[in-house]
């Protein structure tokens, strides 16, 4: 297996790059998101693309958590591509409680006064044909996360001074960019990496009808398969995150009916349990040892005081066969939890054996040399394939270690 190293990261949250490890606060590993990305070239310059404030939020109460305007980066398409829009949802994690909230609305996840002016496009947002072969010349949006719930509350915490207004902020920014060229637009991707990734699925069919029939509208989750799994203690450590978030942000109403009807709140939270009742295409990426699922829902320090998976959640090359049979067994839930959907032949799959997340706005994973590959196919290939209908993707790999061409997590407390 490869270890990858983190050419570039950006966010001093992530401390220094040492020894080809990421040395970072674990506590902070919802950061991983998309502030890191690889280098395959020397002269790897990434165009910067500037920040605008959405300025027709705030009459609609559309804010981010500390009650800042949101915002989103927009670099127009050209040529074929002028009248073809890409919209990234950020991730960054979630807040579940007031404490976290609080101290998430002094950083750029909570808002716009935090955030960068300017940002790299790499990836799936890259404006470079050998780079990002289908989608360089699209008009290509990183729609900027800060409310803490996947872009889906609506409520707010008067003694805390918190904003819950994902589902506005979401709504505003798509009425914005409607008003920006993107209601001529005659193809679009909404795509999004892990909160993102589940804001991605949540969203998905309410972005399909923002546009008429004749519209080529297709969605993609990267890295947003978060599993209601047990944790190494037995217990669920996500769903307790998840039912935060859900109950603190009033997530409830702004969730598909044709679950809440039959599922509580929470679990309609869970994309396993979205996924088979959206009408949209979607195509699914994840690593199916997920870094982040394992950090911090499978085996978080909470649930191993005695730090028995400390070494193997850090570095899947310390893990013992004990361990390396409970991520197996992850796996198997992944796999079992995407069956149905798979059936679909509008749907897409990408599911690496890689211990890794968010693999679209990383160069090295999305398009590169010696990007990770499954039938032959970088993602960049794979997805576009799929979305452009050139072939049916369902591309599943076999299980740790066979898969050579991963580029692999590996961090360093």
């Given at each position: 297996?490869?270890?990858?190293w983190v050419?570039?990261v950006?966010?001093?949250?992530?401390?220094?790059?040492?020894?080809?490890?990421?040395?970072?606060?674990?506590?902070?590993?919802?950061?991983?998101?998309?502030?890191?990305?690889?280098?395959?070239?020397?002269?790897?310059?990434?165009?910067?693309?500037?920040?605008?404030?959405?300025?027709?939020?705030?009459?609609?109460?559309?804010?981010?958590?500390?009650?800042?305007?949101?915002s989103?980066?927009l670099?127009r398409?050209?040529?074929?591509?002028?009248?073809?829009?890409?919209?990234q949802?950020?991730?960054?994690?979630w807040c579940?409680?007031?404490k976290?909230?609080?101290?998430?609305?002094k950083?750029r996840?909570?808002?716009?006064?935090?955030m960068?002016?300017k940002?790299?496009?790499?990836?799936?947002l890259?404006?470079?044909?050998?780079?990002n072969?289908?989608?360089?010349?699209?008009?290509?949006?990183?729609?900027?996360?800060?409310?803490?719930?996947?872009?889906s509350?609506?409520?707010?915490?008067?003694?805390?001074?918190?904003?819950?207004?994902?589902?506005r902020?979401?709504?505003?920014?798509m009425?914005?960019l409607?008003?920006?060229?993107?209601?001529?637009?005659?193809?679009?991707?909404?795509?999004?990496?892990?909160?993102?990734?589940?804001?991605?699925?949540?969203?998905?069919?309410?972005?399909?009808?923002?546009?008429?029939?004749?519209?080529?509208?297709?969605?993609?989750?990267?890295?947003?398969?978060?599993?209601d799994?047990?944790?190494?203690?037995?217990?669920h450590?996500?769903?307790?995150?998840?039912?935060?978030?859900?109950?603190?942000?009033a997530?409830?109403?702004?969730?598909?009916?044709?679950?809440?009807?039959?599922l509580?709140p929470?679990?309609?939270?869970?994309?396993?349990?979205?996924?088979?009742?959206?009408?949209?295409p979607?195509?699914?990426?994840?690593?199916?040892?997920?870094?982040?699922?394992?950090?911090?829902?499978?085996a978080?320090?909470?649930?191993?005081?005695?730090?028995f998976?400390h070494?193997?959640?850090?570095?899947?090359?310390?893990?013992?066969?004990?361990?390396?049979r409970?991520?197996?067994?992850?796996?198997?839930?992944?796999?079992?939890?995407?069956r149905?959907?798979a059936?679909?032949?509008?749907?897409?799959?990408f599911?690496?054996?890689?211990?890794?997340?968010c693999?679209?706005e990383?160069?090295?994973?999305?398009?590169?040399?010696d990007?990770p590959?499954?039938r032959?196919?970088?993602i960049?290939?794979?997805?576009?394939?799929?979305?452009f209908?050139?072939a049916?993707v369902?591309?599943?790999?076999?299980p740790?270690?066979?898969?050579?061409?991963?580029?692999?997590l590996?961090?360093?407390?």
């Open positions: 297996m490869k270890l990858l050419g570039v950006i966010g001093l949250i992530f401390g220094k790059l040492a020894n080809g490890f990421l040395d970072f606060n674990e506590t902070e590993l919802s950061f991983i998101e998309s502030y890191e990305y690889g280098i395959s070239k020397a002269n790897y310059n990434p165009v910067m693309v500037g920040i605008t404030l959405i300025q027709s939020a705030g009459a609609k109460g559309a804010v981010c958590l500390d009650g800042t305007l949101p989103y980066h670099h398409g050209y040529g074929s591509g002028a009248n073809s829009w890409l919209i949802l950020e991730g960054g994690g579940n409680n007031i976290n909230c609080v101290y998430r609305k950083t996840r909570g808002s716009s006064t935090y960068e002016k940002i790299p496009f790499t990836g799936i890259s404006d470079k044909a050998e780079e072969p289908d989608f360089f010349n699209w008009n290509r949006v990183k729609l900027r996360y800060c409310d803490g719930a996947s872009f509350g609506d409520g707010e915490d008067k003694a805390s001074d918190l904003q819950f207004r994902g589902q902020i979401w709504l505003a920014a009425e914005d409607m008003s920006k060229g993107m209601r001529e637009a005659n193809q679009a991707l909404l795509s999004g990496c892990s909160a993102g990734g589940l804001a991605s699925i949540l969203h998905c069919d309410e972005f399909r009808n923002l546009f008429p029939g004749t519209t080529k509208v297709k969605c993609l989750s990267d890295a947003g398969l978060f599993l799994a047990v944790d190494v203690s037995g217990s450590t996500l769903r307790n995150i998840y039912g935060g978030v859900v109950g603190l942000q997530v409830q109403n702004n969730l598909p009916r044709i679950c809440t009807d039959r509580d929470t679990s309609c939270f869970f994309p396993q349990n979205l996924i088979g009742n959206i009408k949209t979607l195509f699914i990426l994840n690593a199916a040892y997920d870094s982040w699922q394992i950090q911090s829902s499978i978080p320090s909470s649930a191993d005081p005695h730090g998976w070494d193997c959640r850090l570095n899947h090359a310390k893990c013992s066969p004990v361990q390396i409970f991520l197996q067994g992850f796996r198997n839930q992944m796999l079992h939890a995407i149905g959907f059936m679909s032949r509008q749907n897409g799959l599911i690496n054996s890689c211990f890794a997340h693999q679209t990383r160069q090295d994973t999305w398009f590169a040399d990007s590959v499954l032959k196919k970088p960049a290939i794979a997805v576009g394939d799929w979305y209908d050139r049916e369902k591309a599943i790999d076999c740790y270690p066979c898969d050579s061409t991963c580029h692999n590996v961090f360093k407390l």
